[in-house]
C-alpha cells in the first residue's frame, strides 16, 4: 500500500509572502498566533520540541524524508505554485531535486488556484494577489518544460510509464483538453508514454459541468469529499449551499456552534470527527473511469487561519484515527483499483492536519501509519 500525504511547501520566507503578509511571513506566523477559542480547543499547535523549521534549509527537507521513511510513508504529494511562470514556494522541491540522495518519492500537485487575501478579507470581497491565464498555450509549454526533469528524477512516481501529475482544480482551465493532449504529446516524445493525470479537489469532484474522463483518478479529498458526497445523496441542497454550510448540512453533521466561550461568543463551526469518518468508511467508489483514490484526514482545524469562522472537527485522537485508518485500508484493497492512498496531510499545520510530531501527541499518527500498513 503506497501511503501519500500532501506536502506543503509554504514554511520558509520568501518575498512575495513579505509584501502580502509581513516582513517575515511563513505559514508558522498563523500557527503561532492562534489562540484558544473555546473551552478546551487544542490551540496553539506547537511541533514537538519547539521545531519550527526552515523548508529553505537542506537538513529540513533531510529529517522530514528519513522521518516519513522510517514511518511507512511512501512518499508526498508536493504542492506546486505556478502562475504563468511565476513561481512561488518551489524551494523544497527544487531542493529535493538537486539532491538525490535523499530517499523518498515524489510527486506534483499543482495548486492552480487564484491567491487572495481571504484569510484577513472578512468584512469585503477577498483581493486577488496573483492570478492565471489558463488560455496562454505558451504558457503550457513553458510549464512542461519546467516539470520535465521533475519527471525524469527516479524518486518520481509513475505508474506504466506515465508520470503521476495532479491538478487541484482542473475545471478552472477552459481549454482543459488541448492543454492535456499537449502534454501527453511532449511526455512522449520525452520518452514516456503519457502522464498519468489525477485531480484533486473536492469542489471539482461534485461540478459536473467538466469532462471527469480526462484523468485517470480523482481523489477522495477528504474530509471535504465525503461530506459532499452524502450531502448530495441526500438532496438537501444544491452544490452552493453545501459549500456554505447550510443549516440543514450543520444539523445532519453534527455541526454546532461554540458552546462555551472563553471570553466572549465565538462564531466556530463544530463537526464530529467520528460521524465524518463513518461516512468516509462507507464510500465505495464508482466502476468507471476517474477511478477514485481514497483519502484519510488526521484532523482538521483551520482556525489559525481563520480565527472565530473557522471549522474544527470535534473528538479527533490518535486512537481513533488508526482504528479508522486501518479499516481504510481494508476498504482501499477490497473496493479501490488502486493501491495508493492520499493523507490530508504531511504539515498542514495552520488547517490542523499533520503527520508530523507534536507537543501533545508525539509521533502518535506516524506510528498509527506504520501499523496499520503492518497488519
Known amino acids: 500500500m503506497k501511503i501519500i500525504p500532501l506536502y506543503l511547501p509554504q514554511f520558509h520566507t520568501f518575498p512575495e ?3 502580502w503578509w509581513g516582513k517575515g511571513f511563513t505559514e508558522w506566523s498563523n500557527v503561532k498566533g492562534a489562540n484558544p477559542l473555546f473551552d478546551g480547543h487544542n490551540q496553539p499547535r506547537v511541533p514537538l520540541g519547539g521545531n519550527y523549521y526552515d523548508l529553505s534549509q537542506l537538513e529540513t527537507l533531510k529529517w522530514q524524508c528519513k522521518l516519513a521513511k522510517q514511518y511507512g ?31 523518498i518519492k515524489y510527486c506534483i500537485s499543482w495548486a492552480n488556484h487564484d491567491w487572495t487575501d481571504a484569510w484577513k478579507a472578512s468584512d469585503r470581497p477577498p483581493r486577488v494577489l496573483i492570478s492565471h491565464d489558463f488560455d496562454d498555450e505558451q504558457d503550457w509549454v513553458n510549464h512542461f518544460n519546467y516539470m520535465l526533469p521533475f519527471f525524469k528524477d527516479k524518486r518520481y512516481m509513475s505508474e506504466n510509464n506515465k508520470p503521476l501529475l495532479v491538478i487541484y482544480i482542473p475545471n478552472l482551465i477552459r481549454k482543459l483538453s488541448k492543454m492535456l493532449d499537449l502534454w501527453t504529446r511532449m511526455a512522449r516524445e520525452a520518452g514516456f508514454d503519457g502522464l498519468t493525470y489525477i485531480y484533486q479537489s473536492a469542489a471539482s469532484s461534485f461540478d459536473h459541468s467538466w469532462d471527469h474522463t ?3 483518478y480523482g481523489v477522495e479529498m477528504n474530509p471535504g469529499y465525503a461530506n459532499m458526497a452524502f450531502q448530495q445523496r441526500r438532496s438537501f441542497g444544491l452544490f452552493p449551499r453545501l459549500m456554505k454550510y447550510s443549516r440543514e448540512i450543520k444539523r445532519r453533521l453534527g455541526i454546532k456552534r461554540s458552546l462555551v466561550p472563553v471570553s466572549k461568543p465565538k462564531e466556530v463551526g463544530h463537526i464530529d470527527y467520528d460521524a465524518v469518518w463513518q461516512n468516509i468508511l462507507r464510500l465505495r467508489p464508482a466502476s468507471e473511469r476517474p477511478r477514485m483514490i481514497p483519502c484519510a484526514f488526521t484532523d482538521w482545524d483551520n482556525t489559525p487561519r481563520h480565527k472565530e469562522r473557522g471549522y474544527v472537527y470535534d473528538g479527533v485522537s490518535p486512537e481513533k484515527f488508526k482504528k479508522y485508518f486501518q479499516q481504510l485500508i481494508r476498504n482501499t484493497k477490497q473496493y479501490y483499483s488502486t493501491d495508493m492512498v492520499f493523507v490530508f496531510a504531511w504539515n498542514e499545520w495552520a488547517e490542523g492536519g499533520y503527520l508530523e510530531p507534536d507537543e501533545k501527541n508525539g509521533y502518535a499518527f506516524l506510528e498509527a501509519i506504520r501499523d496499520s500498513i503492518e497488519l
Open 214 to 216: 480526462l484523468f485517470d
Open 17 to 19: 509572502n513579505d509584501q
Open 73 to 103: 510513508i511512501y512518499g508526498f504529494c508536493m504542492y506546486h505554485y505556478w502562475f504563468n511562470g511565476h513561481l512561488l514556494m518551489e524551494k523544497p522541491m527544487e531542493m529535493l531535486l538537486a539532491h538525490p540522495e535523499i530517499d
